[in-house]
Nanobody, 116 residues
């Protein structure tokens, strides 16, 4: 059964950093591009960053450019989101997504709270 499991969220002070991980199982991870999304309280889910299957092409939403870095390790079937210079606007549940051929697969999300 295909599955994505995110981890790494938590409470962090403004200006701090976190690294999120998304571990895949049940499908051939290395052939799919992967995307991180987030959903803040009361807001719609929005795209944060994406990465192609071999990791050499990345794209970022304007609001995270220069602060967040997406990467992947195909041997570990894991995609990462390194988040630096966090601020309160980054408070959200973060999800990873895989566009599988037969379905769109989402993880359960990991909560990030930026607060002093």
């Amino acid at each position: 059964q295909a599955q994505l499991v995110e981890s790494g969220g938590g409470l962090v002070q403004p200006g701090g950093s976190l690294r999120l991980s998304c571990v895949a199982s049940g499908f051939i991870f290395s052939i799919y591009g992967m995307t991180w999304y987030r959903q803040a309280p009361g807001k719609e889910r929005e795209l944060v960053a994406d990465i192609n299957s071999n990791g050499n092409i990345t794209n970022y939403a304007d609001f995270v450019k220069g602060r967040f870095t997406i990467s992947r390790d195909n041997a570990k079937k894991t995609v990462y989101l390194q988040m630096n210079s966090l601020n309160s606007d980054d408070t959200a549940v973060y999800y990873c997504k895989a566009p599988l051929r037969w379905t769109t697969l989402w993880g359960q999300g990991t909560r990030v709270t930026v607060s002093s």
